[in-house]
């Protein structure tokens, strides 16, 4: 049974970067034609897609956090992380993994099974 | 980005009665050469993660039991639960992935009246 958990510091300061990992089990993301997508939600802004990436290296990025986000791959230990630099309160979220519904599209679809989640505030 | 518009933003319904949530995108997410919509449903349950029902608007996942259905195309879409159960006080949110950024709709909370 696939199956996807987010780890990572759940308090990080303004201004450091902010990363999280989502190992994957029950699947092999080195064998997968699928994308791998963070999203986080907030009750502000609710649910935001940061980023997809491919067992290949290919990512999609969300233009509003580009500048900032760094997603990659390692399939040797078959999990996907997730940086996001210069942080502020407005990246305080729950971040969650997700394995993309479509195999071999070669873009962002709908995202099952997700991850539990993982709480991150940004405080000093 | 498409913005995804969810209404309403919460509705009490009684056991055993029709809930239905409305999804409509700032412009259209259908694919006219396969006939597709690039949309997809969800449940959220508190302290869950989102569940994924449907895809391509209508494609029900396997297990998602069928009182719940998906309709609608081009820009406005619908989901019905025709029966309301205990177990689908939850929140509801549509997705398109059409277009990246892919995007989700605001919610829609289903509680028990």
Redesign the interface.
Known sequence: QLQLQESGPGLVKPSETLSLTCTVSGDSLSSSSYYWGWIRQTPRKGLEWIGSIHSSGSTYYNPSLKSRLTISVDTSKNHFTLELTSVTAADTAVYYCAKDGLGGSGTTNWFDPWGQGTLVTVSS | DIVMTQSPDSLAVSLGERATINCKSSQSVLYYSTNKN?L?WYQQKPG?????LF?WASTR?SGVPDRFSGSGSGTDFTLTISSLQAEDVAVY?C?Q?YR????????TKVEIK
Request: proline share 15%; charged share 10%; no cysteine.
């Open positions: 690039f997809a869950q993660p989102p569940k994924m895809y996942k949110y997705q992935y990246t950024p892919v995007t989700f709709g605001g919610g």
